[in-house]
């Protein structure tokens, strides 16, 4: 019997066309010289494409299996025929996914050590330090490393009416006001001197490898406890847990995500939404108000960038209900600015470097656009920041000693100032009695110069209250009723940058 010759190339090509498609997925056209021109679509029964072993399929392609239904026919848009998804059903596939890709792609992250100049001093929050000299490099490491570090969480319980259980990709916002009014609080309950007792700086040996070590005035203890140096100081027994505690994922915690959303919808906004620096600053006013915990702290925000002296000190007395006798009290003032148009205008970036360098400065809830940082100092044309962006498993906060390295960061990043976006909210802490007028003489030289009169203030220290210039009290006006749902068979319009960071 004849031997069977070989398949020619051209029949194998077509073969090929005809079984897997243009696409790669199964069936789809009969392999004839028109089989490219014909529809994309594939037919009834046909299973969605799949991305090769060993590849991480895009965020389209996986959108496409997802919506893909039982019997593998991709769900209907619009119009015709029954059997389709209901709305809520789609949408809370859609959520799942969203937060299913958001987890792998702000999981992991590249830590490139940061470069910084020796010849130029580090502003951190009210503090200079000399990199020049190496004691005073990895002080400042020990001072970064112990500010509260508050980034994107998954595997917390869900947000209440939603499937949300992590707010990777949306909530970078929530996260970096939590990490201004942590410093606030840390500020207030334990002090500007305190550090971490576990911050040891990461530095660079000889060899090129990394390794803890303790700052210089370190001595240990017999039982193997380090014991701080002059000018550090401890936090009493179970403070430092406590104030992480209250920005626990969690429904019960004061300052957690699920807390924050609650308050959001007042403003019109829900889980998943892109929140502005703004929005966030009325929130967290709220969130403190609502707080029996911080009875001696409250938190003013401005109005039309004006800070009234007068409702500052009213809300320095507190109110009776609220007040403990003995109790500290101070208030933290946010500002909400925009600093030029679509981008940052250069003559505002000298005062903000002042702003930054007053020792009542808690930071700035900022960022670059649809990217938000938390901005905690400067060098040179440089600003320092902590990011949210960065998806870390849920931690219990709940069980004893629960682990607090997760909370801190001992990175430090940098970003070139004209890349910071104009809108942005500003603050600071201020104590009761003359921390307070230190303040607002502090804002009124840095925001006013004598050098520079004739120029515009990024905002403005008045005398009196709001009402005496024919503004209603803060917290009176009623919240902006939320946004009309999109009309069916059209999808909401994607929020601009302008609409993401400024109110």
């Not at 039982?70 to 029954?82: D, E, F, K, L, T």
């Not at 903000?352 to 007053?358: A, D, H, N, S």
């Not at 044309?381 to 949210?388: C, E, G, M, T, W």
């Amino acid at each position: 019997m004849p031997a069977r010759s070989p398949t020619p190339a051209w029949a194998r090509r077509r073969f090929r066309r005809g079984a897997l498609g243009k696409d790669g997925g199964a069936g789809g056209g009969d392999g004839g010289p028109r089989s490219r021109s014909r529809s994309r679509s594939r037919p009834a029964g046909s299973a969605p494409p799949t991305a090769p072993p060993g590849t991480r399929p895009s965020p389209r392609a996986a959108a496409a299996a997802m919506s893909s239904g039982p019997s593998g026919q991709r769900r209907r848009r619009r119009g015709g025929g029954g059997g389709g998804t209901p709305p809520g059903a789609e949408e809370g596939a859609r959520g799942r996914f969203l937060s299913a890709w958001n987890s792998v792609r702000y999981g992991w992250t590249v830590r490139p050590k940061t470069h910084f100049s020796k010849l130029s001093p580090l502003h951190l929050l009210g503090r200079t330090y000399r990199p020049a000299a190496d004691e005073e490099l990895e002080r400042f490491q020990r001072d970064f490393s112990s500010r509260l570090w508050l980034t994107y969480r998954r595997g917390f319980p869900a947000l209440a009416g939603t499937p949300w259980s992590t707010d990777c990709g949306w909530g970078c916002m929530l996260r970096t006001a939590q990490m201004l009014l942590a410093q606030g609080l840390v500020l207030h309950l334990l002090g500007r001197d305190w550090t971490w007792s576990e911050a040891l700086p990461e530095v660079e040996t000889a060899a090129g490898s990394r390794r803890a070590r303790e700052p210089p005035g370190w001595t240990r203890d017999p039982p193997g406890q380090a014991q701080d140096p002059p000018g550090w100081t401890r936090d009493p027994p179970g403070q430092h847990r406590a104030i992480v505690a209250w920005f626990a994922d969690h429904p019960r915690a004061p300052f957690g995500i699920h807390r924050l959303v609650e308050l959001g919808r007042n403003a019109g906004k829900k889980a998943g939404d892109w929140y502005g620096p703004s929005i966030v600053a009325h929130i967290l006013r709220r969130a403190v108000e609502t707080c029996p915990e911080t009875g001696g702290l409250s938190v003013y925000v401005s109005q039309d960038c004006t800070v009234y002296k007068g409702d500052v000190a009213g809300l320095v007395q507190g109110d009776a209900e609220r007040t403990v006798p003995g109790q500290r009290r101070a208030v933290v003032v946010l500002v909400p600015v925009r600093l030029g148009g679509e981008s940052l205008n250069p003559v505002y970036v000298d005062c903000v470097k002042e702003l930054l360098r007053l020792k009542s400065c808690v930071g700035i809830i900022g960022g670059k656009p649809r990217h938000s940082l938390y901005f905690v100092g400067f060098q040179d044309d440089f600003l320092l920041y902590l990011d949210p962006h960065y998806c870390q498993p849920f931690v219990d906060t709940s069980r004893e000693n629960f682990p607090l390295q997760s909370f801190h960061c001992s990175s430090p990043r940098k970003m070139a100032f004209g890349k910071m976006d104009p809108s942005c909210t500003i603050g600071f802490y201020a104590a009761a009695g003359p921390d307070l007028d230190e303040l607002c003489s502090d804002l009124t030289r840095v925001l006013t110069p004598p050098s520079a009169p004739e120029r515009y203030p990024i905002f403005t220290v008045a005398e009196g209250q709001a009402q005496d210039h024919g503004l209603e009290p803060l917290g009176s006006r009623p919240p902006p009723p939320p946004p009309p749902p999109p009309r069916a068979g059209k999808r909401p319009k994607k929020p601009s940058a302008d609409e993401f960071v400024f109110l």
